[in-house]
């Protein structure tokens, strides 16, 4: 349903193709930039992450006080105040935050890589093989940050923010791309239809 509702939006998308295409080209752009400069765009990433966790924090423990009258009030506060404490640790030291990330993301794959991997052998489901790649690439992964930690705290995070922009920087281009070689609109027969 979901692809007819986007084949019926192509008209209001068409002409917007070049925003698509522009934002696709940028995020491109700062994805190679971040892969260049993956010390710089690690220790961003970090600086990013603790912000977010102090203003999570500060929100939890106002909605802690909005509803003071229920149970959980010492749940929010207590979360709200780690938040901002952890957040304050981060931006403060924000190499150990990216040490501390990059543990948390090597238990993770580790963790992850090794629960797809057997299950997937031991189930043999349909496509079982490419659960077993993907968990065999996420294991190594999550070894490789460990074998290499605490060097690995430096370009880790800077190097998946930069695949990370740069794939989905493809994408949009490869949309926006799309969209624009859509020749004509819908028929009025298929919009009935459906």
Do not use: N
Request: proline letters at 3%; charged letters at 10%.
């Amino acid at each position: 349903m979901a692809t007819s509702a986007l084949f019926f939006e192509t008209d209001r998308l068409r002409p917007k193709w070049g925003w698509l295409l522009a934002l696709g080209i940028v995020m491109v752009a700062l994805g190679t930039v971040a892969l260049f400069i993956m010390p710089a765009a690690t220790l961003g990433t970090v600086l990013v992450l603790g912000w977010l966790l102090i203003v999570s924090g500060i929100v939890e423990m106002v909605h802690a006080f909005r509803v003071r009258r229920w149970g959980g009030l010492f749940l929010h506060l207590i979360g709200g105040i780690l938040g901002v404490l952890i957040g304050l640790l981060v931006i403060t030291h924000p190499l150990v935050g990216a040490m501390a990330w990059t543990l948390l993301f090597a238990s993770f794959f580790t963790v992850i890589g090794l629960f797809r991997l057997i299950t997937a052998i031991r189930l043999k489901f349909p496509g079982w093989g490419w659960a077993v790649f993907d968990g065999a690439i996420t294991l190594g992964l999550g070894i490789l940050l460990w074998a290499q930690w605490p060097v690995s705290a430096i370009w880790f995070l800077g190097l998946a923010v930069g695949v990370s922009l740069i794939l989905r920087g493809w994408s949009y281009i490869m949309f926006a791309l799309a969209i624009h070689s859509l020749t004509s609109a819908v028929p009025i027969e298929i919009r009935r239809a459906a």
